[in-house]
């Protein structure tokens, strides 16, 4: 059974850091586009970064220079490291999975991917 388990959220001051991970329990990851996503309260869901399975990734333009995501193979984990936080960060942020979407495909059509977590809440308060 395919389950992705975020980790990572809480509460934090404008300006400080959090980083966020997904484990992959179920199937070996490795060839899969990975993403993170985010749904900001009252908001439709958007991506924030994706990564290929060669390790290209893509960043949503809100969110550049200030996030990085990278994954480990060996640990079928995802991360998204948050740097610099603003309040408009806050949001409920999910990873998933796909076999077929690029990285870049997949920053724009999150409805695309097949697998996804529950969740994981960031609050960033100013």
């Known amino acids: 059974q395919v389950q992705l388990v975020e980790s990572g959220g809480g509460s934090v001051q404008a300006g400080g850091s959090l980083r966020l991970s997904c484990v992959v329990y179920g199937f070996t990851y490795a060839d899969y586009c990975m993403g993170w996503f985010r749904q900001p309260p009252g908001k439709e869901r958007e991506g924030v970064a994706t990564?290929?399975?060669?390790?290209?990734?893509s960043y949503a333009d809100s969110v550049k220079g200030r996030f990085t995501i990278t994954r480990d193979h060996a640990q079928n984990t995802l991360y998204l490291q948050m740097d610099n936080l603003k309040p408009e960060d806050t949001a409920m942020y999910y990873c998933?999975?796909?076999?077929?979407?690029?990285?870049?495909?997949?920053?724009?059509?999150?409805?695309?991917?097949?697998?996804w977590g529950k969740g994981t809440l960031v609050t960033v308060s100013s």
């Open positions: 998933a999975t796909d076999y077929l979407l690029t990285a870049i495909q997949a920053l724009d059509t999150p409805e695309g991917m097949d697998y």
């Open positions: 990564i290929d399975d060669d390790g290209g990734t």
